[in-house]
């Protein structure tokens, strides 16, 4: 008797409370990584766009009060032809950043597959050096060697009889600024992709390569049909995040030029945060930082998309 | 008969030969191009590392030395006066410890906070996960440098400022998303088994947890926590933008304004960079098995 009763007894009371505290807890569990992510990053993504589109200089900050003009701040940046520059700018030097920075990259992780293993632990090694530099360090180090008057680059550059590029100055020709720019990011950029590309590569099935050369494949047409369509989510993520980097470039140019740089070293974010904290048009610049997160969803959609139907086939 | 297999034996000797030759000019090829392999190898890490190696060359060199056109390309004699100078920099130590207040107090919050989030979403399925995850990804495409401006405005209006509370916020937001993803590869990879083992033997849901889920994370929250330290030990613009006060800022913040105060002085200023990229660079080679694998197992593992 006593037994038939307790069971059906026993199991709301012992399964209820948990069941109750399990369904709440991982809420519970959530909620401040929400609250902080929520309130420093979503909430000011959503005042970027109101502040946008109100007039919001120095007298507005004091008064904690903007002046809405709705797309006015829009109107002129896009007729500024500051902009259209920088933007063309900005973007060819992503371009130039990313595409130098995903060949050299794999380049040197096929290389790693090849070298004996006392050369890929040296390799790796100057590899996460690099890695673990931090950036303003990095570009104090190039602007040390780049140096007009005391560089080791241009006695170097002299000595190899490239030219004479005794006190020479890199950065009074933007072109040639923007040149040594790519090699300080590029260099910082190699380690992460040349590790990732390389992880890649140690998936690769080694059969299907030596299949292919079997089959009178050359290293290239291996590396072409067989390696790299294997690679494809691996690059199209190394892409997709060197080009939201590179587009958002703001310290390499800005400490490079001694905090000081002309509008010819502009990118679009060094331009925002002109408008904004030097000239104090809060509005203007976050017009500004909007059209960025804008160009740069148009560019990524594209990888994202092919990330998601890769996703999708498998 | 004889002269047949004379010839036959001769014929074949030929062909031994043959192959032998051909298998020695194979063997050698291969060592060639083994060779080609190994110093081209070399040489990318020469290239490399000569920006860090001269960084460090400068910064042991005496002035007169640093100041050739003829470069010394080996430090000698060896100073330590540019270490000297650096740390006799105004605010260094202040910026030392600003530094390291923000990274510590950072990293506790944020893992703690990663931790909860990574096992709430790799052991339960509750309604709104999946909005969740996607938030954690999306959130990591949002460019910091674009949200300067309002996150200045709205810590401007809490009186957050200047102060070294606005930045932690700013990076435990910054670092969490990636922190939650890779630890909820972690957490996800310890069978809940275990975990139910445990009850069975007597254990309670949180002293199961404890003792056994949270001791097999350990790798993980030591990847996630380098990750986090690189992140705002390297972090620039926030920091720039936030903080204006010179005994309030980083030490990143400090080496950038180096230049533009006193002129280039490349001999402290290397010796400075030295010293700002040292804990980095430690903290990464002593732990760097622990990253390596953590960033493999949370990505890969779902």
Redesign the interface.
Known sequence: MDMAIAPPDLEPASTRPGLFRTRLLPYALVIPSVAVIGGILAFPLGMLIWLSLQHYGLRELIQHQGDWVGLGNYGAILVDPLFHQVIVRTLLFTFACVALTVVLSTLVALLLQRVSRVVRVIVMSSLVFVWATPVIVSVDIWQWMFDYEFGIINYLLTQLHVGNFIHHNWFDNPLQGWSVLVVVVVWGAIPFVTITVFAGLLQVPSDLVDAAQVDGAGPWQSFRYVTAPMLKPIFLIVICLSTIWDFGVFNQPYVLLNQRPSADYYTIAIYSYRESFGVTQYGLGASIAVLMVIVLVIVTLFYVRETLKLAEIQ | MIAREAAQGVRAGRVRAATRTAAAATRSWRRVR?LA??V???A??VV??F??Y??VA?AFKPGVD??????KWFPNPITFQNFQDAIERPFFLDDVRNSLVIVGVMLVLALL??F??A???A??G?KG?NA?LV??IG?Q??????????????L??VGQTDALAGVI??Y???V??FM?WTLRGFVANIPAELEESAMIDGCTRVGAFFRITFPLVGPGLVATAIFGF?QA??E??VAY?LLSSPNNQTL?VW??????NHG?Q?GP??AA??L??LP??A???VL?RYL?GGL?AGAVKG
Do not use: C, H, K
């Open positions: 083994q392999y190994d081209t190898g070399l990318v890490a490399m590392l920006p860090i001269w960084m400068t640093i100041l050739r056109l003829e470069p906070i990663a909860l989030a096992v709430a979403t052991r339960f509750f996960r969740y938030m954690i959130v495409m949002v460019p910091l440098n674009a949200l300067i401006i309002p996150l200045y405005l709205m401007d209006r916020a700013v435990l937001a910054v969490l998303p939650v690189i030990w390297n620039y613009i933008v990143t080496l950038a304004s180096f230049t533009t280039p490349w200023l290397m960079a030295t700002t990229g980095v660079v903290f990464f080679l760097q390596a493999t």
